[in-house]
């Protein structure tokens, strides 16, 4: 269900939280050959940091040339998410730990029309998921702690991903495997040899003098080390 993705199977979703907000109908301009744009809604309460609201996103969603993969780091996401998906996101990603009932959720976004996300901290192992991995769009494990933008890849996360690839493999599942933080053009390879088809990076985009460029690199060296 949901935005049909590129023709390779490989998504790169650029972190808004590494664009300059003053311009952010420039700096979305700029990403329009990515696949969607990565949406960082914090509530410095689920994690150490503030950032935006359902006003912000809807802003965004009403510029943004790509549809939004928006990353929800907040508490009560049972109450909260369904605002994010009937604000027209394309996929809306909440966090298994901060969940009461993390299926029930997502039957509740794809009813709006979303594609349902559930991301994992890296304390969090994924096997909770297993058996009801055909109730997700998508799983997004994190490869840094989430709060920050700009912190180091932990390869230390790329057993548990290849866990997961390997366990939707096994059932046949076409659940997307994202990974989010410090991905850049040495690290999208470890990610995607451990399985991931979905990418966030944040610099590596928006840091470049072409982003253009930049997301075309990243899909290449990623399809050319997928799993």
Do not use: C
């Not at 605002?83 to 009461?100: C, D, K, P």
């Not at 840091?207 to 399809?223: E, F």
């Amino acid at each position: 269900m949901g935005v049909v993705s590129d023709s390779s199977g490989i998504r790169i979703n650029p972190s808004i939280l590494a664009a300059d907000f003053v311009n952010m109908r420039a700096e979305l301009a700029r990403i329009a050959t990515a696949d969607f744009v990565h949406v960082d809604v914090m509530d410095n309460h689920f994690v150490p940091n503030l950032t935006f609201g359902p006003q912000m996103v809807e802003r965004i969603q009403a510029t943004s040339p790509v549809p939004l993969d928006v990353h929800l780091m907040i508490d009560d996401p049972d109450r909260w998410a369904p605002g994010y998906a009937e604000l027209g996101a394309a996929s809306v990603t909440f966090h298994l730990e901060a969940a009461a009932d993390p299926v029930a959720l997502a039957r509740t976004l794809r009813g709006i029309g979303a594609r349902a996300g559930v991301a994992v901290k890296p304390a969090t192992g994924v096997e909770p998921l297993f058996d009801v991995l055909d109730e997700f769009d998508q799983i997004l494990v994190m490869t840094v702690e989430p709060g920050f933008g700009g912190q180091s890849f932990m390869a230390d996360m790329m057993p548990k991903l290849r866990l997961l690839s390997d366990e939707a493999r096994r059932r046949g599942s076409g659940v997307w495997l994202q990974v989010d933080g410090g991905i850049a053009p040495g690290t999208i390879e470890q990610a995607a040899e451990a399985g991931a088809d979905t990418f966030v990076a944040g610099s590596a985009v928006f840091g470049a003098d072409d982003p253009d460029a930049a997301i075309a690199a990243l899909r290449a060296s990623a399809h050319s080390h997928r799993r």
